[in-house]
Protein backbone atom coordinates (compact mmCIF):
# COMPACT_ATOMS: atom_id res chain seq x y z
CA UNK A 1 0.00 0.00 0.00
CA UNK A 2 1.57 3.28 -1.17
CA UNK A 3 1.38 6.03 1.23
CA UNK A 4 0.03 9.48 0.28
CA UNK A 5 2.62 12.28 0.64
CA UNK A 6 0.44 15.61 -0.53
CA UNK A 7 0.47 17.78 2.77
CA UNK A 8 -2.86 18.99 1.44
CA UNK A 9 -4.81 15.80 1.10
CA UNK A 10 -6.60 14.94 3.98
CA UNK A 11 -8.03 11.65 5.29
CA UNK A 12 -11.17 11.58 6.66
CA UNK A 13 -11.33 10.19 10.46
CA UNK A 14 -14.09 7.82 9.92
CA UNK A 15 -14.55 5.16 7.15
CA UNK A 16 -16.25 6.36 3.91
CA UNK A 17 -19.08 3.89 2.58
CA UNK A 18 -18.54 3.54 -1.32
CA UNK A 19 -22.23 4.40 -1.21
CA UNK A 20 -21.31 7.92 -0.47
CA UNK A 21 -18.78 8.42 -3.16
CA UNK A 22 -20.42 10.23 -6.54
CA UNK A 23 -19.44 9.21 -9.76
CA UNK A 24 -19.37 13.14 -11.15
CA UNK A 25 -18.54 16.06 -9.01
CA UNK A 26 -21.36 17.31 -7.08
CA UNK A 27 -21.42 21.40 -6.88
CA UNK A 28 -23.83 23.03 -4.12
CA UNK A 29 -26.56 24.90 -5.97
CA UNK A 30 -28.75 25.73 -2.72
CA UNK A 31 -27.51 25.30 0.60
CA UNK A 32 -27.20 22.05 1.40
CA UNK A 33 -24.15 20.24 0.65
CA UNK A 34 -23.32 16.64 -0.38
CA UNK A 35 -22.84 14.46 2.94
CA UNK A 36 -18.93 13.76 2.37
CA UNK A 37 -18.76 17.75 2.24
CA UNK A 38 -20.42 18.13 5.56
CA UNK A 39 -17.98 15.71 6.92
CA UNK A 40 -15.17 17.27 5.61
CA UNK A 41 -16.20 20.75 6.21
CA UNK A 42 -16.98 19.32 10.31
CA UNK A 43 -13.57 18.28 10.57
CA UNK A 44 -12.15 21.38 9.36
CA UNK A 45 -13.94 23.40 11.46
CA UNK A 46 -12.60 21.24 14.44
CA UNK A 47 -8.92 22.33 13.02
CA UNK A 48 -10.00 26.15 13.08
CA UNK A 49 -11.33 25.83 16.44
CA UNK A 50 -8.44 23.98 17.82
CA UNK A 51 -5.11 24.92 15.69
CA UNK A 52 -2.81 26.60 17.72
CA UNK A 53 -0.45 27.83 14.60
CA UNK A 54 -1.76 31.11 13.49
CA UNK A 55 -3.99 33.47 14.88
CA UNK A 56 -7.00 34.98 13.39
CA UNK A 57 -9.72 37.31 14.77
CA UNK A 58 -13.15 35.86 13.41
CA UNK A 59 -15.09 37.46 15.75
CA UNK A 60 -16.39 34.37 17.63
CA UNK A 61 -13.53 35.23 21.53
CA UNK A 62 -14.44 38.21 23.20
CA UNK A 63 -10.81 38.62 24.16
CA UNK A 64 -9.44 38.15 20.74
CA UNK A 65 -7.62 41.60 19.70
CA UNK A 66 -7.29 42.93 15.99
CA UNK A 67 -9.75 43.45 13.29
CA UNK A 68 -12.81 41.26 13.00
CA UNK A 69 -12.66 39.22 10.19
CA UNK A 70 -14.96 36.37 8.72
CA UNK A 71 -13.91 34.14 6.41
CA UNK A 72 -15.18 31.64 3.76
CA UNK A 73 -13.73 28.05 3.89
CA UNK A 74 -14.46 25.51 1.23
CA UNK A 75 -13.68 21.87 0.97
CA UNK A 76 -13.49 19.95 -1.97
CA UNK A 77 -14.02 16.18 -1.56
CA UNK A 78 -11.10 13.73 -4.23
CA UNK A 79 -10.03 10.79 -4.95
CA UNK A 80 -6.26 10.93 -4.81
CA UNK A 81 -3.76 8.56 -7.18
CA UNK A 82 -3.55 6.42 -4.83
CA UNK A 83 -7.38 5.58 -4.72
CA UNK A 84 -7.84 7.31 -1.95
CA UNK A 85 -11.04 9.35 -0.74
CA UNK A 86 -10.23 12.36 1.29
CA UNK A 87 -10.85 16.29 1.14
CA UNK A 88 -8.54 19.32 0.03
CA UNK A 89 -9.27 22.13 2.29
CA UNK A 90 -8.68 26.38 1.24
CA UNK A 91 -9.64 29.78 2.39
CA UNK A 92 -10.68 33.30 0.38
CA UNK A 93 -8.16 35.69 -0.16
CA UNK A 94 -5.89 35.53 2.67
CA UNK A 95 -5.61 34.23 6.35
CA UNK A 96 -4.10 35.88 9.54
CA UNK A 97 -1.97 37.79 6.83
CA UNK A 98 -0.87 35.41 4.97
CA UNK A 99 -1.78 33.10 1.88
CA UNK A 100 0.17 29.78 2.96
CA UNK A 101 -0.75 27.56 5.95
CA UNK A 102 -0.81 24.16 7.05
CA UNK A 103 -3.67 21.84 5.60
CA UNK A 104 -4.51 24.57 3.18
CA UNK A 105 -3.81 24.98 -0.28
CA UNK A 106 -1.65 27.39 -2.11
CA UNK A 107 -2.62 30.47 -3.51
CA UNK A 108 -3.54 30.48 -7.96
CA UNK A 109 -0.58 33.35 -7.41
CA UNK A 110 0.94 34.75 -4.28
CA UNK A 111 0.93 38.13 -4.31
CA UNK A 112 2.56 38.59 -0.85
CA UNK A 113 6.22 37.70 -2.29
CA UNK A 114 9.00 39.96 -1.02
CA UNK A 115 9.77 42.75 -3.14
CA UNK A 116 6.82 41.37 -5.97
CA UNK A 117 5.33 44.23 -8.08
CA UNK A 118 2.38 44.22 -5.81
CA UNK A 119 4.25 45.58 -2.58
CA UNK A 120 6.67 47.74 -4.40
CA UNK A 121 3.54 49.59 -6.39
CA UNK A 122 1.13 49.78 -3.26
CA UNK A 123 4.55 51.50 -2.17
CA UNK A 124 4.18 53.94 -5.02
CA UNK A 125 0.47 54.50 -4.00
CA UNK A 126 1.17 54.94 -0.53
CA UNK A 127 4.14 57.68 -1.45
CA UNK A 128 1.57 59.04 -4.03
CA UNK A 129 -0.85 59.72 -1.20
CA UNK A 130 1.45 61.03 1.30
CA UNK A 131 1.97 63.57 -1.48
CA UNK A 132 -1.84 64.97 -2.09
CA UNK A 133 -1.79 65.31 1.43
CA UNK A 134 0.70 67.13 2.11
CA UNK A 135 -0.16 69.58 -0.63
CA UNK A 136 -3.98 69.75 0.81
CA UNK A 137 -2.02 70.71 3.97
CA UNK A 138 -0.25 73.18 2.42
CA UNK A 139 -2.12 75.86 0.40
CA UNK A 140 -4.68 74.36 -1.68
CA UNK A 141 -5.21 76.84 -4.32
CA UNK A 142 -1.18 77.45 -5.08
CA UNK A 143 -1.10 73.09 -5.54
CA UNK A 144 -4.76 72.40 -6.86
CA UNK A 145 -2.98 71.65 -10.53
CA UNK A 146 -0.35 69.40 -8.90
CA UNK A 147 -2.95 68.10 -6.55
CA UNK A 148 -5.34 67.36 -9.75
CA UNK A 149 -2.42 65.70 -11.90
CA UNK A 150 -0.91 63.25 -8.47
CA UNK A 151 -4.57 61.70 -8.59
CA UNK A 152 -4.45 61.41 -12.10
CA UNK A 153 -0.85 59.55 -11.84
CA UNK A 154 -2.47 57.41 -9.18
CA UNK A 155 -5.40 56.11 -10.51
CA UNK A 156 -3.42 55.01 -13.45
CA UNK A 157 -1.28 53.26 -11.38
CA UNK A 158 -3.77 51.73 -9.37
CA UNK A 159 -5.09 50.47 -13.02
CA UNK A 160 -2.33 49.12 -14.12
CA UNK A 161 -1.11 47.43 -10.67
CA UNK A 162 -4.59 45.71 -10.81
CA UNK A 163 -4.24 44.38 -14.37
CA UNK A 164 -0.90 43.49 -13.81
CA UNK A 165 -2.44 41.27 -10.64
CA UNK A 166 -4.55 39.96 -13.36
CA UNK A 167 -2.21 39.17 -15.70
CA UNK A 168 -0.60 36.35 -13.67
CA UNK A 169 -3.73 34.43 -12.90
CA UNK A 170 -3.93 31.39 -14.99
CA UNK A 171 -6.49 28.83 -14.33
CA UNK A 172 -6.18 24.88 -15.23
CA UNK A 173 -8.93 22.39 -16.02
CA UNK A 174 -8.81 18.47 -15.81
CA UNK A 175 -8.20 18.88 -19.74
CA UNK A 176 -4.78 20.71 -18.84
CA UNK A 177 -5.84 23.92 -20.63
CA UNK A 178 -4.90 27.01 -19.01
CA UNK A 179 -6.63 30.37 -19.65
CA UNK A 180 -5.74 33.61 -17.85
CA UNK A 181 -8.68 35.42 -15.84
CA UNK A 182 -8.73 38.13 -18.02
CA UNK A 183 -9.31 36.46 -21.26
CA UNK A 184 -11.85 34.19 -18.77
CA UNK A 185 -14.19 37.37 -18.31
CA UNK A 186 -14.22 38.90 -21.52
CA UNK A 187 -14.74 36.09 -23.54
CA UNK A 188 -18.02 35.56 -21.12
CA UNK A 189 -18.62 39.30 -21.60
CA UNK A 190 -18.69 40.17 -18.55
CA UNK A 191 -16.46 43.43 -17.39
CA UNK A 192 -13.10 43.72 -16.22
CA UNK A 193 -12.83 40.79 -13.28
CA UNK A 194 -13.77 42.48 -10.48
CA UNK A 195 -11.39 43.08 -7.57
CA UNK A 196 -10.01 39.40 -5.03
CA UNK A 197 -11.87 37.44 -8.24
CA UNK A 198 -9.48 33.95 -8.13
CA UNK A 199 -9.17 34.37 -4.41
CA UNK A 200 -12.41 32.50 -3.97
CA UNK A 201 -11.74 29.32 -2.41
CA UNK A 202 -13.21 27.22 -4.78
CA UNK A 203 -10.78 28.13 -7.69
CA UNK A 204 -8.13 27.36 -5.63
CA UNK A 205 -9.43 24.14 -4.59
CA UNK A 206 -9.82 22.56 -8.28
CA UNK A 207 -6.52 24.56 -9.45
CA UNK A 208 -4.97 22.14 -6.91
CA UNK A 209 -6.87 19.29 -7.73
CA UNK A 210 -6.06 18.99 -11.62
CA UNK A 211 -2.61 20.06 -11.27
CA UNK A 212 -1.94 16.98 -9.14
CA UNK A 213 -3.91 14.53 -10.82
CA UNK A 214 -6.91 14.33 -7.81
CA UNK A 215 -10.35 13.58 -9.25
CA UNK A 216 -12.93 16.31 -7.69
CA UNK A 217 -15.82 14.43 -6.01
CA UNK A 218 -18.05 17.05 -4.23
CA UNK A 219 -17.00 20.80 -3.38
CA UNK A 220 -18.79 23.40 -1.09
CA UNK A 221 -17.96 27.04 0.93
CA UNK A 222 -18.91 27.81 4.16
CA UNK A 223 -18.68 30.77 6.34
CA UNK A 224 -16.56 30.94 9.27
CA UNK A 225 -16.51 34.13 12.19
CA UNK A 226 -18.76 37.31 12.32
CA UNK A 227 -20.76 38.55 8.88
CA UNK A 228 -19.70 42.28 7.60
CA UNK A 229 -22.62 44.04 8.08
CA UNK A 230 -23.52 44.52 4.27
CA UNK A 231 -23.65 40.54 3.99
CA UNK A 232 -26.05 37.72 4.90
CA UNK A 233 -23.27 35.56 5.29
CA UNK A 234 -23.74 33.62 8.55
CA UNK A 235 -21.26 31.43 10.57
CA UNK A 236 -20.90 27.83 10.07
CA UNK A 237 -23.55 28.00 6.98
CA UNK A 238 -22.77 26.42 3.25
CA UNK A 239 -23.10 28.74 0.39
CA UNK A 240 -23.11 28.27 -3.43
CA UNK A 241 -20.10 29.27 -5.28
CA UNK A 242 -20.37 33.34 -5.84
CA UNK A 243 -21.67 34.09 -9.65
CA UNK A 244 -19.62 37.46 -9.31
CA UNK A 245 -16.07 36.55 -9.15
CA UNK A 246 -16.28 33.03 -10.18
CA UNK A 247 -18.83 32.46 -12.52
CA UNK A 248 -16.82 32.44 -15.86
CA UNK A 249 -13.34 30.52 -13.79
CA UNK A 250 -15.24 27.72 -13.03
CA UNK A 251 -16.89 27.84 -16.72
CA UNK A 252 -13.20 26.84 -17.83
CA UNK A 253 -12.18 24.87 -14.88
CA UNK A 254 -14.88 22.69 -15.15
CA UNK A 255 -15.13 22.83 -18.82
CA UNK A 256 -13.70 18.92 -19.01
CA UNK A 257 -15.48 18.08 -16.22
CA UNK A 258 -18.51 15.94 -15.36
CA UNK A 259 -20.54 17.55 -12.79
CA UNK A 260 -23.69 18.21 -11.14
CA UNK A 261 -25.69 20.27 -9.13
CA UNK A 262 -26.98 18.90 -5.93
Not at 13 to 28: A, D
Not at 47 to 69: C, M, P, R, Y
Not at 172 to 196: D, H, M, Y
Amino acid sequence: MKLNLDPFFTSFNESISENFVPSKLILMQGNEPHLLCKIAASQLQNHLENQQEWNHNFGLENEKKGTVIGKMFGVLVVKNQQNEIGYLAAFSGKLAGGNHHAKFVPPIFDLLTNNSFLNNGMIELSRINQEIKMLKEGKPFAFEQQIIQLKALRKMNSISLQLQIFENYHFVNEGGRTQNILSLFKNASFKNPPAGAGECAAPKLLQYAFKNHMKPLALAEFWWGLSPKSELWKHGSFYACCKEKCEPILAHMLAETSYEMN
